[in-house]
T-cell receptor, first 114, second 112 residues
Framework: GNSVTQMEGPVTLSEEAFLTINCTYTATGYPSLFWYVQYPGEGLQLLLKATKADDKGSNKGFEATYRKETTSFHLEKGSVQVSDSAVYFCALSDQYNQGGKLIFGQGTELSVKP | SQTIHQWPATLVQPVGSPLSLECTVEGTSNPNLYWYRQAAGRGLQLLFYSVGIGQISSEVPQNLSASRPQDRQFILSSKKLLLSDSGFYLC???????????FGSGTRLTVV
């Protein structure tokens, strides 16, 4: 079945550092890929998404490119801020398999220090 | 615009007590609805999903059940809570195209 694997956390960075959170997936079909963010004590918010190969999703300075050849969707940001501290989830959804359910990676906790 | 409401925000229940968490969606019809659980320090596990009234699919065997009595209402229940039921419960809805999901603010359940 479909699955998502993220790099383990926690990731601790200094403010203005470059961020990469790795995400790879396994899917039998042609999934859409997502990054969700969960701030402390809150629910999930969609950060960005990409629906087909080579698409780049971007939002709030974060970017991720759908790489079919490497089955990856790594999250990047050029300069992180303290306010970016949160848990980040990579996820996929395959409309034509598994009922379009959203399948998550295990989450990566990011802590940004001033 | 579409919104999703989930309540209560926090809940502390004794072992063996019943549970009822409610989720409602506004601004859309016939949504796919989902219940997820996030145990402390862990990822998100899909518990149930529903593609229509009275239609419930269970993803993992457990002590919980779900019901969808109305198109935009999704309820998570238990007759007798276990300590292992503690966690953060999230309701979500997805449009029929299956692209993108909106999450509720979650219910933090502590079973004591």
């Amino acid at each position: 079945g479909n699955s998502v694997t993220q790099m383990e956390g926690p990731v601790t960075l200094s403010e203005e550092a470059f961020l990469t959170i790795n995400c790879t997936y396994t899917a039998t079909g042609y999934p859409s890929l997502f990054w969700y963010v969960q701030y402390p004590g809150e629910g999930l918010q969609l950060l960005l998404k990409a629906t087909k190969a080579d698409d780049k999703g971007s939002n709030k300075g974060f970017e991720a490119t759908y790489r079919k050849e490497t089955t990856s969707f790594h999250l990047e940001k050029g300069s992180v801020q303290v306010s970016d501290s949160a848990v980040y989830f990579c996820a996929l959804s395959d409309q034509y398999n598994q009922g379009g359910k959203l399948i998550f990676g295990q989450g990566t906790e990011l802590s940004v220090k001033p | 615009s579409q919104t999703i409401h989930q309540w209560p925000a926090t809940l502390v229940q004794p072992v063996g007590s019943p549970l009822s968490l409610e989720c409602t969606v506004e601004g859309t019809s016939n949504p796919n609805l989902y219940w997820y659980r996030q145990a402390a320090g862990r990822g998100l596990q899909l518990l149930f999903y529903s593609v229509g009234i009275g239609q419930i699919s269970s993803e993992v065997p457990q002590n919980l059940s779900a019901s969808r009595p109305q198109d935009r209402q999704f309820i998570l229940s238990s007759k007798k809570l276990l300590l292992s039921d503690s966690g953060f419960y999230l309701c979500a809805w997805g449009p029929e195209s299956g692209l993108g999901y909106t999450f509720g603010s979650g219910t933090r359940l502590t079973v004591v």
